[in-house]
């Protein structure tokens, strides 16, 4: 049983700063990755970032130079540090982690999702 806990979304003028964070937390073995991904009414979800168990980061060309992931391995915590953003990030971000629960056992999980609103 894994749980992903995301929190520090919120509401902010164009030009300002969230740092989301995500908490993982149960029968967690290792990390393979975790990631954030977006989810805008109407639309299907969509990458934001992905950082692996080796350190090694991807972002989707929208958020480059903006946003930055990063973990906290010791608390089994991945951040979002979102800068510049614009209202066209306004999005639900959700935490995403795939996980082995046992030396030869993985699967992804999700949290509920943090509402990020971002006005002009």
């Known amino acids: 049983q894994v749980h992903l806990v995301e929190s520090g979304g919120g509401w902010v003028q164009s030009g300002g700063s969230l740092g989301p964070s995500c908490a993982a937390s149960?029968?967690?073995?290792?990390?393979?990755?975790m990631g954030w991904y977006l989810q805008a009414p109407g639309k299907e979800r969509e990458l934001v970032a992905t950082i692996n168990s080796g350190g090694a980061t991807n972002y989707a060309d929208s958020v480059k130079g903006r946003f930055t992931i990063s973990r906290d391995n010791a608390q089994n915590t991945v951040y979002l540090q979102m800068n510049s953003l614009k209202p066209e990030d306004t999005a639900v971000y959700f935490c995403?982690?795939?996980?082995?629960?046992?030396?030869?056992?993985?699967?992804?999980?999700w949290g509920r999702g943090t509402q990020v609103t971002v006005s002009s």
């Open positions: 995403n982690s795939y996980i082995y629960t046992s030396p030869s056992s993985f699967d992804a999980y």
């Open positions: 149960g029968s967690i073995s290792r990390f393979i990755s």
